[in-house]
T-cell receptor, first 113, second 115 residues
Framework: AQSVTQLGSHVSVSEGALVLLRCNYS??????LFWYVQYPNQGLQLLLK??????LVKGINGFEAEFKKSETSFHLTKPSAHMSDAAEYFC???????????FGTGTRLTVIP | GAGVSQSPSNKVTEKGKDVELRCDPI?????LYWYRQSLGQGLEFLIY????????KSGLPSDRFSAERTGGSVSTLTIQRTQQEDSAVYLC?????????????FGPGTRLTVT
């Protein structure tokens, strides 16, 4: 069975502050992990993914995430928030052999000027 | 290149009517997925196509929902006898293959409102 938990449905940060969006997963087999971003009235855009290899992955727009197997976590971070980062962020997992992505419920990020 | 496109972008229909939602995947992508995004339910998987075949229909919520894909390209999701609980954004995604490591590229979605 697979599931994804995103702690915090809403996160607010000041412009220039650290962004930390939390994601924990459960999977019975090694997973592939993804972060997507959704801007208002748009589809999902891939930020970054972990498949194999280096556990710290870098994505677009200065975001990065670290796969920690012992903690079953894949938290998303960005050192300095920008106003344009305001959006909804979804963590997703796909186990090897699975056909589809399982998504978390999303975290809405607000950036305060 | 062109991304995944979906039409219509918005659809308002009366309860009990049938609707068809269309998805044009990225050229060359053999795998196609339909998801539903609704308040309180998050993003739910509906169906997966590899080529024209649908090996996984496990997410379709009822037999009122069906989908087909022709020519390994365009897909249509049909909802018969729509109900208010069908109101949601329907997202289509495509990928190079069905293997887990391939990322899925999403379209902008069709917002369905059943009145």
């Amino acid at each position: 069975a697979q599931s994804v938990t995103q702690l915090g449905s809403h996160v607010s940060v000041s412009e220039g502050a650290l962004v930390l969006l939390r994601c924990n997963y459960s999977s019975s087999v090694p997973p592939y992990l993804f972060w997507y971003v959704q801007y208002p009235n748009q589809g999902l855009q891939l930020l970054l993914k972990y498949t194999t290899g280096a556990t710290l992955v870098k994505g677009i727009n200065g975001f990065e995430a670290e796969f920690k197997k012992s903690e079953t976590s894949f938290h998303l971070t960005k050192p300095s928030a920008h106003m344009s980062d305001a959006a909804e962020y979804f963590c997703a997992v796909r186990s090897t052999g699975a056909n589809n992505l399982f998504f978390g419920t999303g975290t809405r990020l607000t950036v305060i000027p | 290149g062109a991304g995944v496109s979906q039409s219509p972008s918005n659809k308002v229909t009366e309860k009990g009517k049938d609707v068809e939602l269309r998805c044009d995947p990225i050229s060359g992508h053999t795998a196609l997925y339909w998801y539903r995004q609704s308040l309180g339910q998050g993003l739910e998987f509906l169906i997966y196509f590899q080529g024209n075949s649908a090996p996984d229909k496990s997410g379709l919520p009822s037999d009122r929902f069906s989908a087909e894909r022709t020519g390994g390209s365009v897909s249509t999701l049909t909802i018969q006898r729509t109900q208010q609980e069908d109101s949601a954004v329907y997202l289509c995604a495509s990928s190079l293959g069905g293997t887990s490591r391939y990322e899925q590229y999403f379209g902008p979605g069709t917002r369905l409102t059943v009145t």
